[in-house]
Structures are given as C-alpha cells and as structure tokens.
C-alpha cells in the first residue's frame, strides 16, 4: 500500500500512509506499534515521522485519545516555515507583505462580490467596534479587529490556499511587532479606510474599494521600519 508510491514523492512513510486514508469518517490512526508492523518501520522511525506530521498540522496528537488525522490545512507549514525564516534572519517583511497586497488586490472585486448582506454588516460592525477603541480616552488599538476585517474579506471566495496564506500573513504581522501603532492617528487612518471600502461594497462600486484598499496598503509600507532582530536588504 505505502510503498507504491515512494518513487514519485520524498514523503516520509508515514506521510504517504495518511494521504491514502480516505477523508471521510472517523480519522483515528492506529498505535505505533501496530503501525510499526503494519508499515515495517521502527516505533522511534514511526515517532519522528509523526512529529514532522503534527508540525504540519495533518495530525493530532493526544493523551489517551492518540493519533487523528486532520483535513489539510496549508497554514500551519506556513506559520511554521516563516517563524523559522524570522528567527534565522532571513526574512524580509516588506518583500511578504509586496505578496499579500498583490493577493488582496487581485482578489478584492471578486472577494467583494462574494459577500452576502450579512457579511458586509459584520464587516461594518469591526469598523464600529475599531472606532470606538480609538475614541477612547486612552485610545485603544483594535488589533483583533484589524485582523478579522481582512480575513473576513476574503472568506466567501473558499479558497483554502488564499486563507492560509492570509492567516499566515498576520501571525508574521504580529511577530514582526506591527499590531503596536506608532500613534493612534495612524490607527485612525487605517481605520477611515477601512470604513470608505465598506461603503463603496454597499453600494457595488467595487473599483473605488480597490482604490481605497490600495491606498490603505501603503499607509503600513510608510511604516515598516524592519526590526532590528531580521535581516533585510
């Protein structure tokens, strides 16, 4: 069963063993050492495979319930490939947000489209909610809200590669130190913006959206200063 496939892939063993269980069902996997024999590899083989597969998120591992198979999801090997960048220094913050304005952009007008009534008054209700954080007296920066807006834009196109990128995009947004505002009028840009996109969607003027996206965009390019603990050119 396994090992029909190993000329045309470097998936571990274990790997290719879990992309041929069906996705339907209970995904339980059975202990390792029935696997070990089952598979014809070693328990501590079988344990270092299953730690690259947890990493990438196709698995769960728990106490006493033990090994599931999860659906694919691309962002945990993501997240997980750009911490290590981040924390090696080879990461450049501007040259991955280039990537994701050119994403949000390119998908915006059908992203907008896809939106439902009630996708768009959620959408209003983050600008509501941001804008009173700011108005507080001390203002307050609606970073859950920044976050959620964004994701919330883009999650009727179905697209689990999109998502996963976009999700992987904020977590290194938060690494890299940028959910903390130079001062509470750029947050207050950010967030007119963010208000101006809302009110062209309603009223299916969607390349003025664009426009206001893209303007908004550059307000975190203006920004950017890298952190002193990457590398960048």
């Known amino acids: 069963m396994v090992g029909s496939s190993s000329s045309k892939s470097s998936l571990s063993e274990f790997l290719r063993y879990l992309a041929e269980i069906p996705e339907k069902g209970d995904q339980r ?13 070693s328990v501590a083989t079988l344990r270092e495979q299953l730690e690259v597969a947890r990493i990438l998120g196709v698995v769960e591992v728990k106490p006493k319930a033990g090994i599931r198979k999860l659906p694919y999801d691309f962002r945990p090997a993501l997240i997980t490939s750009l911490e290590y960048a981040v924390e090696a220094g080879s990461f450049s913050f501007q040259m991955f947000s280039d990537l994701r304005k050119h994403l949000e952009t390119a998908y915006f007008i059908e992203a907008a489209q896809s939106l439902n009534s009630s996708d768009i008054e959620s ?27 964004h994701l919330l834009m883009y999650t009727k196109l179905n697209n689990p590669y999109l998502s996963g990128f ?22 207050e840009r950010v967030w007119q913006y963010h208000a101006r996109i809302i009110e062209q969607i309603k009223i299916g003027n969607y390349s003025q959206g664009l426009k206001y996206l893209v303007e908004h965009m550059e307000l975190v390019n203006q920004r950017v200063k890298e952190p002193p603990r990457l590398s960048f050119e």
């Open 166 to 187: 976009f999700e992987a995009f904020w977590e290194v947004y938060r690494i890299a130190g940028l959910e903390i505002y130079p001062d509470i009028t750029y947050a």
């Open 123 to 149: 959408l209003s209700d983050l600008v509501k909610s941001a804008q009173e954080k700011i108005s507080r007296v001390p203002g307050q920066v609606p970073v859950s809200e920044h976050k959620k807006f």
């Open 29 to 41: 996997i059975p202990p390792l050492n029935e696997l070990s024999h089952q598979l014809g590899l």
